[in-house]
T-cell receptor, first 115, second 116 residues
Framework: AQKVTQAQTEISVVEKEDVTLDCVYE???????LFWYKQPPSGELVFLIR??????QNEISGRYSWNFQKSTSSFNFTITASQVVDSAVYFC????????????FGSGTQLTVLP | DTEVTQTPKHLVMGMTNKKSLKCEQH?????MYWYKQKAKKPPELMFV???????INESVPSRFSPECPNSSLLNLHLHALQPEDSALYLC???????????????FGPGTRLTVL
């Protein structure tokens, strides 16, 4: 069985603050893939990053960074110097090698960045 | 072109109507997906097509009928829907499995469906 937990339902920050979105996952497979998607009010799910289970290297892309730790089964997402345009629902998702193409989504975190 | 397009953006239909949702991608992806998303919930997988063949049907009621006429198009035919079927319907596509493993899914903007 697979499970993704995003314990933070809603987060509000003021513009330029840093914010970290938490993601904890469960899977019995040794090979799996983790994803983050952003869903703005328009509805489209925007792909942000994919991380393979065998690659624990952290990644930075502009103001975005991701911290993957297998020891704690976490794949956290940090936005540095947040902007109003970052306001969206963010989903963490898991796909195990044994689960065909079934993405298991977390419940999502609504991020609101206030001006 | 890294875009998945969906039409219409909004659809209102009665319970006796027949309508279709359309999805198109030109990224050469051979896997295409339909998801249903209720408000404040994550997307739920409905169907997966691989090389134009239905490979996964997540026990979706028969009032939803998918169709994949070619490698770029995916349709979802709707008939005799219920008000509880009102939701955002998302289409996605991805490359089929590669040596790198599974690939990320790219989503369209969705169709907001309201069933009266």
């Amino acid at each position: 069985a697979q499970k993704v937990t995003q314990a933070q339902t809603e987060i509000s920050v003021v513009e330029k603050e840093d914010v970290t979105l938490d993601c904890v996952y469960e899977t019995r497979d040794t090979t799996y893939y983790l994803f983050w998607y952003k869903q703005p009010p328009s509805g489209e799910l925007v792909f942000l990053i994919r991380r393979n289970s065998f690659d624990e290297q952290n990644e930075i892309s502009g103001r975005y960074s991701w911290n993957f730790q297998k020891s704690t089964s976490s794949f956290n997402f940090t936005i540095t110097a947040s902007q109003v345009v970052d306001s969206a629902v963010y989903f963490c998702a898991l796909l195990s090698s044994g689960s065909a193409r079934q993405l298991t989504f977390g419940s999502g975190t609504q991020l609101t960045v206030l001006p | 072109d890294t875009e998945v397009t969906q039409t219409p953006k909004h659809l209102v239909m009665g319970m006796t109507n027949k309508k279709s949702l359309k999805c198109e991608q030109h990224m050469g992806h051979r896997a295409m997906y339909w998801y249903k998303q209720k408000a404040k919930k994550p997307p739920e997988l409905m169907f997966v097509y691989s090389y134009e063949k239905l490979s996964i049907n997540e026990s979706v009621p028969s009032r939803f009928s998918p169709e994949c006429p070619n490698s770029s198009l995916l349709n979802l035919h709707l008939h005799a829907l219920q008000p509880e079927d009102s939701a955002l319907y998302l289409c996605a596509s991805s490359q089929e499995r590669s040596l790198a493993g599974v690939n990320e899914q790219f989503f369209g903007p969705g169709t907001r469906l309201t069933v009266l």
